[in-house]
């Protein structure tokens, strides 16, 4: 299987590089485990607490305008986006009700297999990254692949969250 990386040459966001090369590679490796047998027990999704610290960051890119965003958002609330293009960026904290929606669903979160971006000229291409429990799930989607995702509803609302927090 031949894993075509060509596309990331030549980005010039910093912050997206090393990101975007991780999740590239991520791609082109293949499991080395056993798959799970029919008898295996599919845990359950894990509720939400606040004793589990997680960091989720999304970085958008792409499309006709040349989006170039980045949306963090902390278990603590606190959000962060910053605009590459025009170096704005705004701060501020989620409140604890819709800062539960997302603990939701970053909870929900299950490993991502890495995945060959299909191609697509102008289309927003999203960078997912959440941090919880001492492990990193990474995983990069396009327009085309992003709503037949399992992560589609937590990239939707980190980025309609981003956008209010810094509107376009």
């Known amino acids: 299987m031949k894993c075509n990386v060509g596309f990331w040459i030549g980005r ?36 939400p607490s606040a004793e589990i610290e ?24 606190e959000l962060s986006v910053r605009d590459e293009r025009t170096g704005k960026v705004a701060r501020s904290m989620v409140p604890a009700d819709e800062l539960a929606s997302f603990e939701t669903l970053v909870s929900a979160i299950r490993e991502h297999p890495g995945e060959i971006l299909p191609p697509c000229a102008d289309c927003f291409v999203y960078h997912l990254l959440v941090e919880m429990d001492g492990r990193s799930i990474a995983a990069a989607m396009n327009d085309i692949n992003l709503d037949s995702s399992d992560l589609a509803p937590l990239v939707h609302a980190l980025f309609d969250l981003g956008n209010g927090a810094l509107p376009l």
């Open 12 to 47: 010039p966001l910093k912050s997206l590089s090393l990101f975007a090369v991780a999740v590239a590679l991520s791609a082109c490796v293949v499991s080395q485990q056993n798959p799970p047998t029919a008898d295996a027990a599919i845990p359950s999704a894990t509720p």
């Open 54 to 77: 997680w960091t989720a960051v999304l970085e958008v890119s792409g499309g006709i305008t040349g989006m170039a965003r980045t949306v963090s958002l902390a278990s603590t609330g």
